[in-house]
């Protein structure tokens, strides 16, 4: 557990103290566009996508997402971006504890959106949790994307497939796979949580029994690792 404390503690930054969302924002992206309605990162218009403030162990922290689109226009092979910080009350003053300010995710220009915030372990660890997709020529991928700290920025803990279907190729599809996702929080001598990830639907045109797999954490790449069998391989 000590390892995952100082993962969340090393290189932190100053800011002011009782720092709110937006001044977050503003602190980090700059000055607010009024016209926009969006902070400017680059070449992406940046939103707060969601925010709150946790009592954890250590005192108050204030974890925010944000997301934006692209300036240049919601086009097939552009991305949009994703910043997220932990914001931690010290001493009567808020620090940054983990941030990444521009991760590229998502398709046509569109960052994904309602990001959920979530326990991953039984200290005081969370991150977020999403699903995002991708369709072309009537094949369509999703997946879930898992965000946590990591020392002091944010990282991928993975990106495990959720769908996968080439329904609208036919009427008649070879393969349209669904999952459920969970997070198995019953051990609480565990470091990190696993994934429970329940998958049915059509497999080689056949209707398959609901499959459970478990997805476990590989501390050495920080990281969760899907197993070789995982049924949802993608297009």
Same mark, same amino acid.
């Given at each position: 557990?000590?390892?995952?404390?100082?993962?969340?503690?090393?290189?932190?930054?100053?800011?002011?103290?009782?720092? &709110?969302?937006?001044? /977050?924002?503003? $602190?980090?992206?700059?000055?607010?566009?009024?016209?926009? $309605?969006?902070?400017?990162?680059?070449?992406?218009?940046?939103?707060?996508?969601?925010?709150?403030?946790?009592?954890?162990?250590?005192?108050? #922290?204030?974890?925010?997402?944000? &997301?934006?689109?692209?300036?240049?226009?919601?086009?097939?092979?552009?991305?949009?971006?994703?910043?997220?910080?932990?914001?931690?009350?010290?001493?009567?003053?808020?620090?940054?504890?983990?941030?990444?300010?521009?991760?590229?995710?998502?398709?046509?220009?569109?960052?994904? #959106?309602?990001?959920? /915030?979530?326990?991953?372990?039984?200290?005081?660890?969370? !991150?977020?949790?999403?699903?995002?997709?991708? !369709?072309?020529?009537?094949?369509?991928?999703?997946?879930?994307?898992? /965000?946590?700290?990591?020392?002091? &920025?944010?990282?991928?803990?993975?990106?495990?497939?959720?769908?996968?279907?080439?329904?609208?190729?036919?009427?008649?599809?070879?393969?349209?796979?669904?999952?459920?996702?969970?997070?198995?929080?019953?051990?609480?001598?565990?470091?990190?949580?696993?994934? /429970?990830?329940?998958?049915?639907?059509?497999?080689?045109?056949?209707?398959?029994?609901?499959?459970?797999? &478990?997805?476990?954490?590989?501390?050495?790449?920080?990281?969760?690792?899907?197993?070789?069998?995982?049924?949802?391989?993608?297009?």
């Amino acid at each position: 557990m000590n390892k995952i404390i100082t993962l969340l503690t090393i290189g932190t930054v100053s800011v002011f103290a009782q720092i &709110t969302p937006s001044e /977050l924002m503003t $602190k980090v992206y700059g000055k607010y566009d009024s016209k926009a $309605k969006c902070w400017h990162n680059k070449e992406y218009c940046m939103e707060i996508d969601s925010s709150k403030v946790l009592n954890c162990d250590t005192g108050k #922290r204030l974890y925010l997402m944000a &997301t934006g689109d692209n300036d240049i226009g919601h086009i097939h092979v552009s991305s949009g971006s994703v910043g997220a910080f932990v914001v931690e009350e010290q001493n009567g003053k808020d620090v940054i504890i983990a941030q990444n300010k521009n991760m590229e995710m998502g398709s046509y220009g569109q960052a994904p #959106r309602e990001w959920k /915030l979530v326990k991953l372990a039984p200290s005081d660890y969370w !991150g977020w949790i999403n699903q995002d997709g991708y !369709g072309n020529q009537g094949y369509y991928n999703s997946w879930y994307s898992i /965000l946590a700290p990591y020392g002091k &920025t944010i990282k991928y803990l993975g990106e495990i497939m959720s769908n996968q279907s080439d329904s609208a190729v036919s009427g008649n599809p070879t393969i349209d796979l669904d999952s459920k996702f969970k997070i198995d929080d019953s051990n609480k001598n565990v470091k990190i949580y696993p994934l /429970l990830i329940t998958v049915s639907g059509i497999n080689n045109g056949n209707n398959i029994k609901p499959i459970q797999y &478990t997805i476990n954490f590989d501390f050495n790449k920080w990281q969760y690792i899907v197993p070789s069998n995982y049924i949802i391989k993608g297009f």
